[in-house]
């Protein structure tokens, strides 16, 4: 190796030593907007780390209101689904991200029918949005929602 192509890799290491230890690139920070409940176990809405947001998977439930428990945006998917975009959107901007640093979302349903429906409502509202470039998605169908809700949405963003 010659000295300039070693001084260069020197420095490339030291560079990356100074961001490993630069407190905005390593300090997780939990995510709940004023529109969130304070989760009922150990977990956040999101977290942000560095340039990173994860969002938790959220359903469609209201804004929350005090001493009010959780109440789902109505009974059909697209009440649901429109809530649960704002859901997710809200902690989005928390974070200081858009639906176009969104990278990948995972849509969750509980019925194998609200596929075509869900679909629809997704392509209408990120029409709505404006959306750049779409994220990468995957949708699957399971029944671990409680009762009465039919999605979950979950994202991951990278900012900047």
């Known amino acids: 190796m010659t000295q300039n192509a070693e001084n260069a890799k020197n420095t490339e290491n030291a560079k ?16 709940t907007p004023a529109t969130h409940t304070t989760p ?18 959220q359903v469609g439930f209201l804004p929350a209101e005090e001493g009010k428990a959780p109440t789902p945006a109505g009974p059909t998917l697209r009440e649901q689904t429109l809530q649960t975009f704002a859901n ?15 990278m990948m979302m995972r849509v969750y ?4 029918d609200h596929f075509a429906e869900m679909n629809q409502i997704y392509n209408e509202y990120f029409e709505e949005q404006g959306l750049k470039a779409p994220a990468a998605a995957r949708t699957t169908v399971y029944v671990g929602l409680p009762k009465g809700l039919l999605i979950e949405i979950d994202a991951l963003a990278v900012l900047g």
Not at 20 to 30: D, H, S, Y
Not at 88 to 102: F, M, P, Q, Y
Request: hydrophobic share 35%; aromatic share 4%; no cysteine.
């Open 16 to 31: 990356n030593t100074e961001n490993r230890g630069n407190t905005e690139n390593t300090v997780k920070t939990a995510l």
């Open 40 to 57: 009922p176990a150990k977990f956040s809405h999101g977290v942000k780390k560095g340039n990173i947001l994860q969002v938790a998977g």
């Open 88 to 102: 997710v959107k809200a902690i989005l901007e928390e974070g200081g991200a858009t639906w176009d640093d969104v």
């Open 109 to 112: 349903l509980t019925d194998v």
